[in-house]
């Protein structure tokens, strides 16, 4: 994840910030670099950039001072200013990894996997036992799809950081994304455990436990999600649907009409807010949302039409055994 993704980039650049670079005389490179540092530490970015930039100005080749820029441009969003910085830096010195590693960063934030990969892999190589710098190359394969590559680079890095939730939800997300639930599940709980508290965690630990049939347990975990974002759509959407196939029409009708708030156009929502009134025989309210979906694309009308058929035609079975 993104915000995840950006506290690494910034904690990497951070530590180049520690070692103050002697000041040449008459100049105050030393002052603007302690400023510069501080900043950064207490995410004040634009006054970490205004420092960076001093020191630039006054010494162009300043290996740290452009680093940190780099990373503050990239915390600000400007992807632009901080490549720039960061590829003169890497010129300067091709052996940072601190450097490889924000740049792998940027490139992942600006979904460019191919390069992202090639910058994290670089700063392995220089630095191979940093859990960091393989937690992001682990992501960025698992993003890229290459799951057989990055379940051993995560792996490695919860040896070197085993009580780090970042590297844990990684693995979990990297287990989901091939299906093998038990294993994501077991990562994400491990993640909970180690001090993980996003949204994020919570909203694909209950996706897991869904699919896992521990329905109980996921609408905990969605209800959690919406105790921290209430307008969160998948976990409004994910609630909507356990409650419709748990039979549970009221509380289904309120779940899908709060995501018809958020997002009037979420035909998903509209879908199941029309099943859920249908099912619970509100039948006006059904017909006003299948004649809006029909308006829309006939297609959603026939989506929601198909989910009350079978819900009949499983009672009606039902019914018909139970003679």
């Not at 995410?43 to 960076?52: G, L, N, P, T, V």
Request: overall charge neutral; charged content about 20%.
């Amino acid at each position: 994840m993104k915000t995840m993704r950006l506290t690494l980039l910034i904690l990497g650049a951070a530590l180049l910030a520690s070692a103050v670079v002697a000041a040449p005389p008459g100049d105050s490179l030393k002052l603007y670099l302690e400023i510069g540092g501080k900043a950064m530490q207490n995410q004040k970015y634009s006054r970490a950039i205004e420092a960076y930039s001093r020191v630039v100005e006054l010494s162009p080749g300043n290996l740290e001072a452009l680093s940190n820029l780099g990373a503050a441009y990239a915390a600000t969003g400007n992807p632009t200013k901080a490549k720039s910085c960061l590829e003169e830096a890497i010129k300067l010195d091709p052996n940072s990894a601190e450097v490889a590693n924000n740049l792998g960063a940027v490139y992942s934030e600006e979904r460019n996997g191919a390069k992202a990969i090639e910058y994290f892999e670089r700063a392995v190589r220089l630095v191979p036992k940093n859990p960091s710098y393989l937690t992001n190359l682990g992501q960025e394969y698992s993003r890229a799809g290459q799951i057989s590559k990055a379940l051993p680079v995560l792996r490695s890095a919860l040896e070197l950081a085993p009580k780090s939730p970042i590297v844990a939800f990684s693995l979990g997300t990297a287990f989901a994304s091939s299906a093998t639930l038990d294993s994501a599940e077991y990562y994400f709980e491990q993640s909970l455990q180690a001090g993980g508290s996003s949204p994020d965690l919570h909203y694909f630990l209950a996706t897991v436990k869904g699919r896992l049939g521990k329905q109980d347990v996921a609408i905990k975990h969605y209800k959690t999600v919406l105790e921290m974002q209430p307008a969160h759509l998948g976990a409004l959407q994910s609630l909507g649907l356990i409650y419709l196939d748990q039979k549970r029409y009221a509380e289904a009708i309120e779940e899908f009409g709060r995501v018809t708030e958020v997002d009037s156009t979420y035909w998903a929502g509209w879908i199941g807010l029309g099943a859920a009134y249908s099912l619970a025989d509100m039948l006006p309210q059904a017909d006003t949302v299948l004649q809006r979906l029909f308006a829309v694309d006939s297609a959603m009308g026939f989506q929601m039409l198909d989910i009350v058929g079978k819900e009949y035609s499983r009672r009606k079975e039902a019914r018909e055994s139970g003679k």
